[in-house]
Structures are given as C-alpha cells and as structure tokens.
C-alpha cells in the first residue's frame, strides 16, 4: 500500500508522434502545477506513435 496520498489533479496528455515536444511541455506543466500548491499526476499516453 503506497503512503502518498492520491492525487487532487489528473492531467491526461496525448502524445501521438510528439517525442520532440514532449519535454518542454512536461518541464512547463510541472511548473505551473507545481505553482498551484495541489498534489498532480501527469499521465502520458501514446497510441501508436512511430
């Protein structure tokens, strides 16, 4: 049983054949929601890319 407390946000990011924008999109996502003060998770989900 994980001790971190679930998430207050979920942000869903599709990421089909988005490999060089990837990391500058999750550096700024971090940033803001580290900003808001709530706890987040990032979920990334790739469908195919190639």
Same mark, same amino acid.
């Given at each position: 049983? /994980? +001790?971190?407390?679930?998430?207050?946000?979920?942000?869903? !990011?599709?990421?089909?054949?988005?490999?060089? /924008? +990837?990391?500058?999109?999750?550096?700024?996502?971090?940033? !803001?929601?580290?900003?808001?003060?709530?706890?987040?998770?990032?979920?990334?989900?790739?469908?195919?890319?190639?």
């Amino acid at each position: 049983m /994980s +001790l971190d407390p679930m998430p207050y946000l979920s942000i869903v !990011v599709p990421i089909y054949n988005e490999v060089d /924008s +990837l990391p500058r999109l999750l550096e700024r996502l971090r940033q !803001v929601l580290t900003h808001s003060g709530s706890t987040y998770e990032i979920l990334c989900v790739d469908d195919g890319s190639r």
